[in-house]
């Protein structure tokens, strides 16, 4: 397939790619008002609102059919079909531009090896990056206009989404991102760096145990759980076990765990690729939720409420089995630089301190990606190398002074603005 998909003239894959663009824009649209938290009836392809007329056979036409639905302004409010409109050109010229980007100019390649030679070489892995990315993206999409609009993340974008992660793993198709040279001129983005290559231990017992170990976490983070201690860690336990009993999505859970533990299974047998692959994806998995969780916690103590929404955590969990656990906490950390300028002159208009951080973690995605070698390969890997084990150290600093920050923050917004 890719193989074929290399012979097309390039133009040619620009115009479908376009096509494809389009297409996703017009289901990102979809999900954004389906899976919102209070579903809307906007759009030509959802259930139309009771008030509105019968739609028309130009309403269904990308880009053209949000222009022929302003007349349900009255109904939706003035203007609401210039963001889905906006959103579907971008995603018609954003998905060709990536393309071009990731397959073509080897700015994701280290210094040396962008050059024609190594561009060819490398275009049928980089072809299944992109294709890995744009899934991703477009998740992304949708769950960043979500948020914005009702301070949430759906886990019905969020775990799909990281399912088609490690399946994309488990098949080597989702190869990753470059990695500095080792052996190889150019390596992929593993679980193990910027270590040596992973050692037999993890195609043993530690490697399965690590695996399963973090699909159970996964599977049980998702479930329904309340921990309540004013009365006793034995009421504590009794309310814990009620709350996920209690839960409807509990046999589905288990389903899940049971169906992904026996995929795991299948995969650490067949050893080799397939399964660094799907480890580096549960890897990822695991840090990108883990570090947005802990930042979660100590924030929810610090604030004397939910300092962010659990949807951030399984939103970085997705995104950190796309991309591996590397690229997931250079994004987590560079969210707040791209969302720095937002949020002050949000709040200083609105007085409004509930801001969603998930479009911010979207976009500290892309930076990372966009600057791949010089902030992932050089900066962080360089500096791990360097530091090792105290990187672990300084992350549980990092956290406490942030818990201390958001602490005098609560305490400046009280004495100055009686929140």
Known sequence: MIAFWITLPIPARLVLLSIIGL???????LAIYRFAWQPRSIGPWGPKHEKAGPRQTIDRIPIVGWFALRRESGIHGSGFWIRPLLLEIAMAISVPAYYWFVTQTGLLFPAPLRNAAAITAYEPWMTTVFASH????????????????????????TVPGTLIALALGA????????????????APMAFQMPFPAPGP?????????????IWTGWCFALANRRWITRRGIGKALEYFFASLLRDGRWPLLLGIWIVGGIGIRIVFGFKGASWIGLLTALVGLAVGGGVVWAIRIVGSVAMRREAMGFGDVTLMAMIGAFIGWQGAVMSFFLAPIAA???????????????????????????????GWDRLVNGWFLGNLAILGPFML??????TGIMGVMLYFWRIFKERFFGE
């Open 23 to 29: 297409v996703l824009g017009v289901i990102a649209n």
């Open 134 to 157: 744009l899934v991703m993206i477009s998740l992304m999409v949708a769950a960043t206009f979500i948020d914005f609009d009702d301070q949430t993340i759906p886990d019905e974008l």
């Open 171 to 186: 098949m080597s198709m989702n190869v990753f991102l470059p990695a500095l040279p080792m052996k190889a001129p150019l």
């Open 201 to 213: 231990q993890w195609f043993g017992p530690t490697g399965w145990w690590t695996g399963i170990g």
């Open 340 to 370: 720095i300028a937002i949020v002050l002159v949000y709040f200083i208009i609105t007085r409004n301190s509930e801001i969603p951080f998930g479009p911010y973690l979207c976009v500290g995605t892309m930076l990372s990606i966009f």
């Open 393 to 398: 150290w300084l992350f549980v600093a990092m």
